[in-house]
């Protein structure tokens, strides 16, 4: 299959390792994986502060982006991150009918059928659960909000780490609930998000994990930089980082 990756803001400034590993799976499995050059950001983050006026541009821009990479024959799209891959499936064509153009919704929602999350497009339109990837680490699972509440993800994540050799896989306490991240929501209710970050790590301390992972870089960032602050030693380790991984 080839496979268009959409690496995401944060992926493609803070994080590009975590679209590198992306690329590593999909391609192990024996697919083809492109980069549109001229992607952008979505519009999540002005969608979900409030500017959606403001999102419909980059909406119609990413709707022409990866309408071209699917006419130029990739089957799929992919996104390491549940939050973005959420936005497209679910706002993008709601967005544009609030804007009064439903020729770009028709068009985001053909867009959005083809869009997946990555442990979404590797379990459920593949059919992989083993990746062939090894990680000898104590790992426990967070379950971001938008990918198990927006996307329904289920059980995909835990499918693809539990065949992942060497892991010692954890139960999270508390799993489904909120990191406190939630995008500007952490900037512009930091007391609010610090109590639900010291909950979420709280639970992530009481695993004995050494590594906490999730399908968003944001909620690890988060979570990392809380845990990292507190010296526990715990890393947060995306989880194409550890499908990826062959150590």
Do not use: W
């Amino acid at each position: 299959m080839k496979v268009a990756l959409f690496v995401t803001c944060l992926g493609d400034v803070l994080f590009p390792d975590v679209g590198r590993a992306t690329v590593t799976v999909l391609e192990r499995l024996g697919h083809e994986v492109v980069f549109p050059q001229a992607q952008t950001c979505c519009g999540q983050m002005h969608t979900n502060t409030g500017y959606q006026r403001d999102a419909v541009g980059l909406v119609r821009h990413h709707v022409e982006v990866f309408e071209q990479a699917l006419a130029d024959g990739c089957e799929a799209i992919v996104a390491p991150s549940g939050s973005c891959a959420g936005s497209v499936r679910h706002q993008h064509a709601a967005l544009a009918r609030r804007a009064g153009d439903e020729a770009l919704a028709v068009r985001a929602e053909a867009v959005a059928a083809q869009t997946f999350e990555l442990s979404q497009l590797l379990v459920d339109v593949l059919g992989v659960t083993d990746v062939g990837a090894s990680y000898p680490h104590r790992v426990t699972y967070h379950p971001t909000c938008h990918s198990l509440r927006l996307l329904g993800v289920g059980e995909a994540p835990l499918q693809l780490l539990r065949a992942v050799r060497g892991i010692d896989l954890v139960e999270l306490p508390a799993a489904d609930v909120c990191c406190g991240f939630g995008g500007t929501f952490s900037i512009k209710n930091a007391e609010t998000s610090t109590a639900m970050l010291a909950d979420k790590m709280s639970s992530v301390l009481t695993t004995k994990a050494e590594v906490v992972t999730a399908g968003d870089a944001s909620c690890l960032m988060h979570i990392g930089g809380g845990l990292s602050r507190l010296k526990t030693g715990v890393r947060s380790v995306h989880l194409a980082e550890i499908l990826a991984s062959t150590a």
